[in-house]
């Protein structure tokens, strides 16, 4: 699987923007971005996903550079519920292959 | 949609003895995964089951195991537990098991600890 690099920690004022940061350098042409994160006491929660454009959902937009080998995840507007480790991870489009690669995430405190 | 739901939430074991978990996935997914979490290994793949069939697995010992059932709940079984066993484990649940839309969702997980 291709591996990912993300800072370890990141903190940000509540109600400003958050941008997380993710390496990806040896992503493949057919692999897609996807992004989980993890509240405290509860499992991974899908965030978003991406293959080459931008996109945008309720929770969140995710920029991916046009050479594929990094991303941002951005929280427009960070609340306290907002904390949580964030995974970005690598998938396959591969009918069946489930696995998810978690690596060591950021964990975002936001700062009220 | 009720969401995964995992039985038990904790559970208290004494080395060397076995265990069983069960999740019960979202109604409708067919493909059901989970996960081991811990402090030292982060989270790591066990195996993931669809149609009650084992379709892809992680790298733990064969003292892991599970099934899944026609009505596509699942369990996991751990048997001579060890110290190192101690962990949230994570049972995720997704419609076909076709990435890359076919998302995952979690459950709260079971907190195992092993005495």
């Known amino acids: 699987d291709a591996k990912t690099t993300q800072p370890n920690s990141m903190e940000s004022n509540e109600e400003e923007p958050v941008h997380l940061p993710c390496n990806h350098s040896?992503?493949?042409?057919?692999?897609?971005i996807h992004w989980y994160r993890q509240l405290p006491s509860q499992g991974p929660e899908y965030v978003i996903h991406g293959l080459t454009s931008n996109v945008n959902n309720r929770m969140a937009s995710l920029a991916i550079a046009e050479d594929r080998k990094s991303s941002t995840l951005i929280l427009h507007r960070a609340t306290l519920r907002d904390a949580a480790v964030y995974y970005c991870?690598?998938?396959?489009?591969?009918?069946?292959?489930?696995?998810?690669?978690f690596g060591t995430g950021t964990r975002l405190t936001i700062i009220p | 949609k009720a969401g995964v739901t995992q039985t038990p939430r904790y559970l208290i074991k004494t080395r060397g003895q076995q265990v069983t978990l069960s999740c019960s996935p979202i109604s409708g997914h067919r493909s059901v995964s989970w996960y081991q979490q811990t402090p030292g290994q982060g989270l790591q793949f066990l195996f993931e089951?669809?149609?009650?069939?084992?379709?892809n697995k992680g790298n733990f010992p064969g003292r892991f195991s599970g099934r899944q059932f026609s009505n596509s709940r699942s369990e996991m079984n751990v048997s001579t537990l060890e110290l190192g066993d101690s962990a949230l484990y994570l049972c995720a649940s997704s419609l076909q098991g076709a990435p890359p839309g076919d998302t995952q969702y979690f459950g709260p997980g079971t907190r195992l600890t092993v005495l």
């Open positions: 991870i690598l998938r396959g489009q591969v009918f069946g292959n489930e696995k998810l690669t």
């Open positions: 089951y669809f149609s009650e069939t084992q379709r």
């Open positions: 040896t992503i493949s042409g057919t692999d897609y």
